[in-house]
């Protein structure tokens, strides 16, 4: 009797395994099949020269804070496909790196409406509504953006502006700090494992 119910319980194992397995390898292709998509996109829209639209209506955000209009291709790439936008960001030279990670934070916390599809093609099947999620994640890419701006302009430590040598060397610093600390932690952890294993 004992032996039936073990049967049961390990197929029922293999059953949910199973299951789990098909539902992820589904998920992935549903967002790698998204990035492709978007990426199309992103390219069919600079070829046509329509990504120049947006950039117009993003342009005078940016002029609002002081951003040069360089900025505004990658903004409106990141809006569109996250891994794009934030790609273009990064590779844009500019004097004071902290207005890349600042927009490189607006993205990461909007992250764009490649991964609004995404999530609205999961909760499809639900009578979840998408529109409280869309504002959220604006809300989310402004605050980030913003507690970004705050730490970089009042801890001189985290700028890492690359015409600041000062912020370079406290930032280097602050570095080899957190590393020595997470080395302690890690050998503070491992002796007081070794310890408990032997009592």
Known sequence: MQSSK?????NNLGEV???????????VVMIGGF?????????ILKNSHMLDILCNFINPILNIFNIPKDFSTGTASGIIEL??????????SYKTISTNIIITAFLLG????????????????TDISIFPY???KIIQGTFAAFYTYLVLSNFRIFNLDLNTNFNKGYSL??????????LLLYKFTKKN?????EH
């Open 35 to 43: 990035v492709v998509l978007f990426c199309v996109i992103i390219s």
């Open 110 to 125: 909007f992250g764009g409406f490649s991964v609004l599809l995404q999530v609205w093609g999961i909760i499809s099947k």
């Open 83 to 92: 891994t794009n936008g934030v790609k273009n960001i990064a590779a844009i």
């Open 173 to 182: 610093l602050f570095l080899i700090i957190i590393f020595t600390c997470l």
């Open 193 to 197: 494992f070794k310890m408990s294993k």
């Open 17 to 27: 395994l199973s299951s789990s397995i098909n539902n992820a390898i589904s998920t």
């Open 6 to 10: 073990q049967m049961i319980t390990i």
């Open 134 to 136: 869309f504002i959220a």
